[in-house]
T-cell receptor
Framework: KNEVEQSPQNLTAQEGEFITINCSYSVGISALHWLQQHPGGGIVSLFMLSSGKKKHGRLIATINIQEKHSSLHITASHPRDSAVYICAAGRWGGSEKLVFGKGTKLTVNP | DVKVTQSSRYLVKRTGEKVFLECVQDMDHENMFWYRQDPGLGLRLIYFSYDVKMKEKGDIPEGYSVSREKKERFSLILESASTNQTSMYLC?????????????FGPGTRLTVT
C-alpha cells in the first residue's frame, strides 16, 4: 500500500462545478503539500498545511490530522484549472523529503 | 521571483552515452532534489542534497550519480544511459529543516534514450 493515496485518479467536470480531490496518508507528517502540474511539466506548489484550512482564490485545502486525510476543493471550476493535482506528505522527524501521491488528472470542460 | 532552471527542456541521447542534467536555483536554498516522473508511478526521488558536496540516495538511485560543487547548482549524471531511463526529470529546491518546507520545481527535462 502506498504511503500517500489520492482519489480519484481521473476527474472530468463541467465549467462551474465544485470539485473535490482527496488525499489519505499513512505516515506521520510535518506538513501536507498540494501541487499543480499543467501539461508541459512544470510543477507549482499550491498549499503547504499542517492543520486546519487554507484558501487561495477559488482553491481551498483542508486537513484532518486525526483521520490522516486532506482535501483540495476548487470552487467555480474553469477550463484553466485542468491539470494534474498532486498530494505530497512531508514526513515527521525533520526529513525534508516528500512522499508523493500518484496525482489526480482534472479536466474541466467548457 | 524565485527560480529553478534546468539546462534543457528536451534531450535525445543514445544508449550508452553519458548524460548530464543540470539544475540551478537562485533562492540560496540548502536542499536540492532530483526526481523522475513516469506515467502511473508519479514522482520518485533519485537523489537529494542537503549541502554542498553532501548527498543522500533517494528511492531509485541505481544508474544515476549526482554532483553539487556549488550551493546553487545540482547535477544529475547518467553514467551510461539506457532506454529504461527515458523519462521526465524534475529538479526542485527547498530551505533547510525543520521539515515541511515548500519545494520549488524546475520546468523539467524530457529525456529520450534511443
Amino acid at each position: 500500500k502506498n504511503e500517500v493515496e489520492q482519489s480519484p485518479q481521473n476527474l472530468t467536470a463541467q465549467e462551474g462545478e465544485f470539485i473535490t480531490i482527496n488525499c489519505s496518508y499513512s505516515v506521520g507528517i510535518s506538513a501536507l503539500h498540494w501541487l499543480q502540474q499543467h501539461p508541459g511539466g512544470g510543477i507549482v506548489s499550491l498549499f503547504m498545511l499542517s492543520s486546519g484550512k487554507k484558501k487561495h482564490g477559488r482553491l481551498i485545502a483542508t486537513i484532518n490530522i486525526q483521520e490522516k486525510h486532506s482535501s483540495l476543493h476548487i470552487t467555480a471550476s474553469h477550463p484553466r484549472d485542468s491539470a494534474v493535482y498532486i498530494c505530497a506528505a512531508g514526513r515527521w522527524g525533520g526529513s525534508e523529503k516528500l512522499v508523493f501521491g500518484k496525482g489526480t488528472k482534472l479536466t474541466v470542460n467548457p | 521571483d524565485v527560480k529553478v532552471t534546468q539546462s534543457s527542456r528536451y534531450l535525445v541521447k543514445r544508449t550508452g552515452e553519458k548524460v548530464f542534467l543540470e539544475c540551478v536555483q537562485d533562492m540560496d536554498h540548502e536542499n536540492m532534489f532530483w526526481y523522475r516522473q513516469d506515467p502511473g508511478l508519479g514522482l520518485r526521488l533519485i537523489y537529494f542534497s542537503y549541502d554542498v558536496k553532501m548527498k543522500e540516495k533517494g528511492d531509485i538511485p541505481e544508474g544515476y550519480s549526482v554532483s553539487r560543487e556549488k550551493k546553487e547548482r545540482f547535477s544529475l549524471i547518467l553514467e551510461s544511459a539506457s532506454t529504461n531511463q527515458t523519462s521526465m526529470y524534475l529538479c526542485a529546491s527547498s530551505l533547510a529543516p525543520p521539515g515541511g518546507y515548500e519545494q520549488y520545481f524546475g520546468p523539467g527535462t524530457r529525456l529520450t534514450v534511443t
